[in-house]
């Protein structure tokens, strides 16, 4: 096996990603939160407003409404 490379940003990422998890670690232990409520806060796309999404491609082929 050979040696990983880990720029500083990679390293600093994954001691930040490695806290995060940690803290979600605790707070199910503790029961200050639930799967499903970390569910919510570690969803990237919960921010989205979805009533404004659509797809008008995929793989550059577009989709034709129909």
Do not use: H, T, Y
């Not at 503790?30 to 806060?41: E, P």
């Amino acid at each position: 096996m050979s040696p990983k490379i880990i720029s500083s940003d990679n390293w600093e990422s994954q001691v930040v990603k490695g806290v995060s998890r940690d803290l979600d670690s605790a707070k199910l232990l503790f029961g200050l939160a639930s799967d499903n409520d970390l569910s919510v806060q570690n969803d990237f796309f919960s921010e989205l407003n979805l009533s404004e999404f659509e797809i008008v491609s995929i793989g550059r082929r577009p989709i034709i409404p129909r």
